[in-house]
């Protein structure tokens, strides 16, 4: 599983919570949306985009670490924010390796084999093709939270600082 990502309002830091073989060490520096830009270090990244503007997705650079029990996990903390965007930040996964990924899509749900919430209080799931409502509105996030993405027994949930938000999708 691929870390899939959407910062358009926001900055955000990634932080992986499981230990690494050869797995994701940050995120993509050629798989991301033409309005994306990233630290150095590829752990941070920020949408330049104006207001609603589109194309700022990204993906790790290799698969998440599994833990002895075959879950996933991932976060990111959001360090800044912009008013104004109609949708907000959309994290998920992908079953894409990144050299699978020709060019990046204008938005993360157009990726093949991806499971994303966030937006607007909706969830997507590539396998169904179907948007789901979900009881989280990520516009809502402040400076300061984290974001917790957990794939267990193929199930999608969504954490913030900690607190469940979003049972999320099976069949991941």
């Known amino acids: 599983l691929l870390p899939a990502a959407v910062p358009p309002i926001s900055k955000v830091d990634l932080a992986c919570d499981t230990p690494s073989t050869i797995t994701m060490q940050g995120f993509s520096r050629k798989k991301r949306g033409r309005f994306v830009e990233l630290s150095e270090d590829r752990m941070a990244a920020t949408h330049t985009g104006q207001v609603d503007e589109m194309h700022g997705g990204l993906i790790g650079d290799g698969p998440l670490a599994l833990t002895s029990t075959g879950s996933a996990y991932f976060e990111v903390e959001v360090t800044e924010t912009r008013q104004g965007n109609h949708d907000g930040l959309a994290v998920g996964v992908t079953t894409l390796d990144p050299s699978e990924v020709v060019e990046m899509p204008r938005t993360i ?43 267990v027994c193929g199930c999608l949930q969504i954490f913030v600082n900690g607190r469940r938000v979003v049972e999320g999708f099976r069949g991941v």
């Not at 749900?109 to 009881?135: H, I, K, M």
């Not at 516009?139 to 974001?147: K, N, P, W, Y």
């Open 109 to 151: 749900d157009c990726l093949q084999a991806c499971w994303v919430v966030g937006y607007d209080g909706q969830g997507f799931n590539s396998s169904t093709e179907q948007r789901t409502p979900v009881n989280w509105v990520s516009r809502e996030l402040c400076v300061g939270d984290r974001v917790g993405v957990h794939v």
